[in-house]
């Protein structure tokens, strides 16, 4: 393999300054007293973060399984938000989108077959 190692170097600043940038909005925020900067879903919904700030919510699916999700990140008085219909599982809406990107039933059933998807 060829590596350019000019984007590789010029990647890994990028990647140093970002990290650099978020140490110093972090800084900020707390020297004002706002809250932890979310950076991630899992440390959105971490359990002392989510009970506190009320945005994981528990989504039952089709099997009665409860999955937590990240509710909105801002709650209203008058029009609270919750979730209307649970996450699609894994996989569950692949031959409706390649379907809609133009492959045929039978297209789809040997990809399947092939293991492809």
């Given at each position: ?11 890994t600043i990028n990647v ?22 979310v950076t991630n879903p ?76």
């Amino acid at each position: 393999m060829n590596y350019d190692l000019t984007r590789v170097r010029k990647r890994t600043i990028n990647v140093k300054v970002r990290i650099d940038l978020v140490r110093i909005w972090e800084r900020c925020a707390q020297a004002i007293g706002a809250p932890e900067l979310v950076t991630n879903p899992e440390y959105a919904i971490a359990p002392a973060r989510s009970k506190h700030l009320g945005i994981a919510q528990d989504v039952p699916n089709a099997e009665n399984r409860h999955i937590r999700v990240v509710g909105q990140p801002v709650t209203l008085s008058r029009t609270p938000s919750k979730m209307a219909a649970p996450p699609p599982e894994f996989g569950e809406q692949t031959d409706e989108i390649l379907g809609e990107f133009g492959f045929s039933t039978a297209e789809i059933a040997k990809l399947r077959q092939s293991k492809i998807v």
